[in-house]
């Protein structure tokens, strides 16, 4: 899968679509839609389902040096809003604040980020590590491992940074009873 068939395909989800055009026109710093609802709007397409199936929420990310709650708050309230009449939750996250409260609340280490693509690279899966973006030329579309386990409904793990196998197992499971066509590898 080339990146314009990715990203062809993940805008048939016209709640990815609109987010991101949103996110563009809020000029949001460094803001991205990312991970499975790009990765699973793909399935969705490759397996004949509503290109909205098991989609649970909508990823966004953005980088802001002002790293005060009160501030990533405001964010938060100011997107509900712009989102409220799609009907689906939209979890949105300041990535220069991640590493303030991750440690606490997963028990991993999480060092500071310079840029939203850095949170991208530390997720869980490969196949999920992506993100798109509206720019005034077209769209920016991240994806360090590229699109092949996605258009093959490949789950693999990101045994780097921040590595769970509970959580890895758990995400798995998940998708694969929602997605059974999804092959599911193990740690290495």
Not at 10 to 17: F, G, H, I, V
Not at 20 to 28: G, N, S, T, Y
Not at 81 to 99: C, D, I, P, S, Y
Not at 152 to 175: D, Q, T
């Amino acid at each position: 899968m080339t990146r314009d068939e990715f990203l062809a395909a993940a805008l048939r989800n016209l709640n990815n679509e609109f987010i991101v055009d949103e996110l563009f026109a809020l000029a949001l710093p460094d803001a991205w839609l990312v991970s499975g609802c790009l990765v699973q709007t793909v399935w969705n397409i490759k397996t004949g389902r509503n290109v909205d199936h098991g989609i649970s929420d909508y990823d966004v990310f953005y980088f802001d040096a002002d790293t005060s709650w009160e501030a990533e708050d405001a964010v938060i309230r100011t997107l509900a809003k712009h989102f409220a009449k799609l009907g689906v939750t939209v979890e949105v996250r300041n990535q220069a604040r991640v590493h303030l409260w991750y440690t606490q609340k997963h028990g991993l280490p999480y060092p500071p980020l310079h840029g939203s693509t850095e949170g991208i690279d530390r997720f869980l899966t490969k196949n999920t590590r992506v993100g798109i973006r509206r720019t005034q030329d077209g769209y920016d579309v991240y994806a360090p491992d590229g699109f092949d386990d996605a258009a093959n409904l490949i789950v693999r793990p990101n045994p780097g940074a921040n590595f769970s196998a509970e959580n890895y197992e758990k995400k798995a499971a998940r998708w694969k009873a929602l997605w059974p066509e999804v092959t599911v590898l193990g740690v290495e």
